[in-house]
């Protein structure tokens, strides 16, 4: 079962940069292509990035391309969010899912966690 925890949000100035974490405890994302979402206030959830269960394919959305980074640790069953030079609209809650498709469709991800809040503002 995957079970999947999100860290590392908070309250950072524009330019800043977090990196988020996603552990998943059920040990058994490895064999699952990994994907971040985040959801705005007022708005829907959307996806971010993806990367591939060997972590060789990465997709990111073109709001966060050249400043966000997907990785992932298959060792520690753990996947990254690196987030640099962030802006006031990259304020959202951040959510880390798990799907046996490596597909930008939220539909199709049918594990997730509580997500983490990421704020941008000075």
């Known amino acids: 079962q995957v079970q999947l925890v999100e860290s590392g949000g908070g309250l950072v100035q524009p330019g800043d940069s977090l990196r988020l974490s996603c552990a998943d405890s059920g040990r058994t994302s490895s064999i699952y292509y990994m994907g971040w979402f985040r959801q705005a206030p007022g708005k829907e959830r959307e996806f971010v990035a993806r990367i591939s269960a060997g972590g060789n394919i990465i997709t990111y959305a073109d709001s966060v391309k050249g400043r966000f980074t997907i990785s992932r640790d298959k060792a520690k069953n753990a996947v990254y969010l690196q987030m640099d030079t962030l802006k006031p609209e990259d304020t959202a809650v951040y959510y880390c899912?798990?799907?046996?498709?490596?597909?930008?469709?939220?539909?199709?991800?049918?594990?997730w966690g509580q997500g983490t809040q990421v704020t941008v503002s000075s």
């Open positions: 899912a798990a799907s046996s498709l490596f597909t930008t469709l939220q539909s199709q991800y049918p594990y």
